[in-house]
């Protein structure tokens, strides 16, 4: 058989770009290995390397338990040592299940923060906290309707300022959100969370289809270098296991990256989701006072021009009168 010259180059060339693809895609992600959680976790005794543990946290061979299925249980994972990374991917393969066929809750978190171990009543971490937070949101606490659905996965961006309102489902300090059917599934559940020349985005692969599905993307993030990873869940009235099965960190190397110093810098994001549902409490009614003191008012004055145009009416009258006699 005889093989053209052309079909050799465009052989040739092929397998050169092919390569040259996946050689890319090895070489240019590195794996850091201080800022990931990977089995087997125990590796040197009873310590994991790098990483702290608070609360409810239950360590196994195949999982490290957040919080069992039970209720008023908060538990997290920090990662002990600052990540100066400045380009970043972490991948979070988790799993969130249990009993309750309605009821369940409350979530867990995923955080790049500045005080790790910190618990407090976001997802089990620390409230007006300065970075990053993911939130897989399992129970929709907000009465009435919700432009979205439960399990919820939503960015927050803080500089120490902003409450994460509980009650409201964090709803108006979110960046961006989506819907995620996580909890319960029969497939393998992965989170992916991308930062890249201060683009955010979120992706998820819970379908089983071993491909990542974006859930959002919100531009303008900025984040300091140095904070710590962590991941942190809660149980409340409702209850869940919330599981990490592992963390990966990939440090990405940008070629056009700006040479800044971002040690010092406040977490901040250029826009935030327009405000979904923001039904302000309707405008009271007005108050039977305000209602009476308006009336008087409003009676006060026309009496005033009334007689007011009686009195400059009779003067006139006078006046007439006057020059008449
Ligand atoms: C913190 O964030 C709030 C709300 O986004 C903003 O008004 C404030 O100026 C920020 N403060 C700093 C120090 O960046
Ligand atoms: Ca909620």
Redesign the pocket.
């Known amino acids: 058989m005889k093989i053209s010259l052309k079909t050799l180059l465009f052989l040739v060339f092929h397998f050169i770009n092919l390569s040259f693809v996946f050689g890319a895609w090895n070489t240019n992600d590195y794996l850091k290995r201080e800022h990931s959680l990977v089995k087997p976790y125990q590796a040197s005794g009873i310590s994991i390397p790098f990483w702290d543990f608070t609360g409810s946290v239950m360590i196994t061979n195949n999982y490290i338990r957040l919080t069992p299925d039970l209720q008023s249980k908060s538990g997290a994972v920090w990662n002990n040592v600052p990540c100066h990374v400045k380009n970043w991917e972490l991948q979070v393969h988790f799993k969130v299940y249990g009993k309750g066929k309605d009821l369940f809750g409350d979530g867990m978190a995923i955080w790049y923060t500045k005080q790790p171990l910190t618990s407090g009543s976001v997802f089990g971490s620390l409230d007006f906290f300065h970075g990053l937070g993911i939130f897989l949101d399992t129970y929709a606490n907000q009465n009435g309707p919700h432009n979205h659905g439960h399990p919820y996965l939503s960015a927050m961006v ?5 409450h994460y309102d509980h009650d409201r489902d964090g709803t108006h300090t979110e960046l961006a959100g989506c819907e995620a059917k996580f909890r319960n599934s029969e497939h393998e559940t992965h989170l992916s969370i991308r930062y890249e020349n201060d683009v955010l985005t979120v992706s998820t692969d819970i379908e089983g289809k071993s491909a990542w599905e974006e859930c959002f993307t919100v531009k303008g993030v900025r984040l300091p270098t140095g904070y710590f990873f962590g991941s942190s869940a809660t149980t409340g009235d409702l209850s869940d296991n919330h599981d990490i099965i592992s963390m990966r960190l990939y440090e990405l190397e940008v070629s056009d990256e700006k040479e800044e110093d971002r040690s010092n810098i ?1 977490p ?1 994001a250029a826009f935030f989701a327009p405000p979904r549902d923001h039904v302000d409490d309707p405008p009271p009614p007005m108050s039977g006072t305000k209602l009476y003191l308006i009336i008087v008012c409003a009676l006060l004055g026309l009496c005033v021009c009334i007689i007011g145009g009686v009195m400059v009416f009779q003067r006139s009258q006078d006046s007439n009168r006057k020059r008449l006699y």
């Open positions: 803080n500089n120490g300022s902003l406040a901040a």
